[in-house]
Every structure is written in C-alpha cells, then in structure tokens.
C-alpha cells in the first residue's frame, strides 16, 4: 500500500468536470434519499471521486463547477437554451433536486472531508476554470482532466482527458488518430460546424466535428477545396458565422479572462473525522463499514488512523 505522500509524490493531478459526474450520480443513484433528505447525488459523487482516485493512484484532485450564468449566454441567447428554458415541470423538480445536493457538495461536503481545491466563478463555465488550471500546471503536474465534454479535446496538448462515458483516456496521440488534426484547430472545427450539444448552429452541410468524416475536419485538412459547402464556408455569410461561434466554442487556453479570478492552489487536508461526519449525516453505512472505509483511509490517509 502507498502512502498518502508517496501517492503525492507521482504529482497527478485529476481536474474534475463535476457536471459529468453530477449527471450521472444523478441518473444512477438520483433517488436515494434518508429521512427524507435527497442524498443519491451526493452519494454517487463521492463514490465516483473514490474510484477516480484507485484507479489513477492520486489524491490530488481539482473540483470545477459550472456557474448558472456566463458569458456565452449573454452572447447568444441559443448556447443551452434548452437546458435552462424548455423544462417541463418535473425537468425542473430534476435540476432543482441537482442543484441543491451540488450546492452542498461545493460549499461544505468537500471541504469537510478534506479537498481545499474546488473552485466556482459568477459568469464562467466548468470549462474556463478547467482551462485556467490546465494552463497554470501543466509543467508541473501529470494533470488527467475527468470529462465527457468534447469542447476540452482544445487542451489535449497539455493533459489528457478520461471519458466518463467511454471509460477511455483520450490522449494527444489518440485524438490525432482519430480526426487528424491539432487539438489547437479544435474550436475552429466546431465554429465552422457548430456544436449539438451546446446547440451553437454551425455552417449547415458542415456537421458537427464529433462525427469524423465531418466536412468541417475536411475543410481544415485541405481536403475540401470545392463544392457547395466549401463556398458557404468561404462565403461572407459563412465567415459571419464562424466569427460568431468562435467566442462560444473556444475554451481560454494561453490565459484566463482578465475577469476571471486567479484561483489558489491549497494544500488538502484529509480528515478521517471529516470522513466520518460526511457519511454518518447523509447515512452513508457501505462507505462506514470496515472494508470500505479502509478503502477512502487508504486512498486520502495513506491507511492513516487521521491527524
């Protein structure tokens, strides 16, 4: 077994898109609840943030939270719309339940146990606060960012990417062999094909570069040279287009936004006290009993009995 600080030691570092991980803790364990008290969402993330950590033998762990309102939306009043707007009411029950169990997660729970780096800004996405963290330690740290966001294939010269959803690690070299271009020609990609899942409208015929026989990826290649969607990429209206989309599909890479805060690096502090606390409020018992709990003393303590 490593200890704590010889796992310290390897200077891995995961960044996490807790988004990806709310979601799905929200689909597979979303109804649990105790006396009343919604707790699956909680208890799926911190059962995803265990796993992460056994399976890349860290503890070093960076938290990243969407913010409600950002910059995109009050550029375009499409980016997501359907994901704030056209709700049905049990949709809203729905976020409502995600929101309130996230809140916890960022403003007590994490702390509590321990993790020092979690990090939200008023007016930035999860992307940009990811971004900001690749950018800043990525000469010093062997950093794997936790998504299933492909807007973060942009940063892949300077980390790797762990698919939640595939369960694969996406490197420079993989993303290379699978669309042939740079992960820095990414966000043009994207502009010129636009984006379904950030419902940003691309050039129409162009297809959203997730497809890799999309002719967005052709165009960057060189290898679409004529035809009628190679005139509307090059075309007045075409160009608009992708001036438009670039600000909405670009994650700052270089630097962050000037608005954005320079965030701080804290050491974390593991507390098996805080450990205990967490699981016996929400009645968390499979993580209290012995082997489980060994297993969270193992990953953060180092088989510690606590400070």
């Avoid at 409502?96 to 169990?101: E, G, I, T």
């Avoid at 990609?189 to 636009?194: C, S, V």
Wanted: hydrophobic content about 35%.
């Amino acid at each position: 077994m490593k200890s704590r600080k010889e796992k310290d030691d390897t200077k891995r570092t995961l960044i996490i898109d807790c988004s990806t991980i709310i979601y799905a803790a929200f689909h597979t364990m979303g109804g649990l609840s105790y006396e009343g008290m919604e707790t699956g969402i909680i208890y799926g993330f911190l059962k995803k943030v265990l796993s992460l950590s056994k399976r890349f033998n860290t503890s070093n762990f960076i938290f990243c939270w969407d913010h409600s309102k950002n910059y995109r939306t009050v550029a375009y009043k499409n980016y997501k719309k359907k994901r704030r707007l056209e709700l049905t009411p049990e949709e809203k029950d729905d976020k409502d339940v995600m929101l309130a169990q996230s809140m916890e997660l960022q403003w007590k729970l994490l702390s509590t146990i321990g993790f020092m780096n979690s990090f939200i800004q008023s007016g930035y996405e999860a992307d940009d606060i990811i971004a900001y963290w690749v950018n800043k330690l990525h000469d010093k740290r062997d950093l794997i960012v936790i998504s299933s966001d492909s807007d973060l294939y942009q940063l892949l010269d300077r980390c790797s990417i762990f698919n939640l959803s595939s369960k694969k690690v996406i490197t420079k070299k993989t993303f290379k062999d699978k669309y042939n271009i740079e992960p820095s020609e990414w966000a043009m990609a994207k502009a010129i094909g636009g984006c379904s899942t950030d419902e940003v409208k691309g050039i129409k015929g162009a297809s959203d570069p997730k497809n890799p026989k999309s002719k967005a990826l052709k165009y960057i290649r060189g290898e679409l040279t004529e035809g009628k969607i190679y005139d509307k990429i090059k075309s007045r209206l075409g160009q608009r287009r992708i001036e438009k989309n670039l600000p909405l599909v670009t994650i700052p890479y270089e630097q962050a936004p000037v608005a954005m805060k320079r965030f701080i690096w804290r050491r974390d502090r593991f507390s098996r006290e805080g450990m205990i606390e967490t699981f016996d409020k929400y009645h968390f018992k499979s993580f209290l009993s012995k082997d489980n709990f060994s297993e969270w003393e193992s990953a953060f303590l180092g088989g510690w009995n606590g400070y």
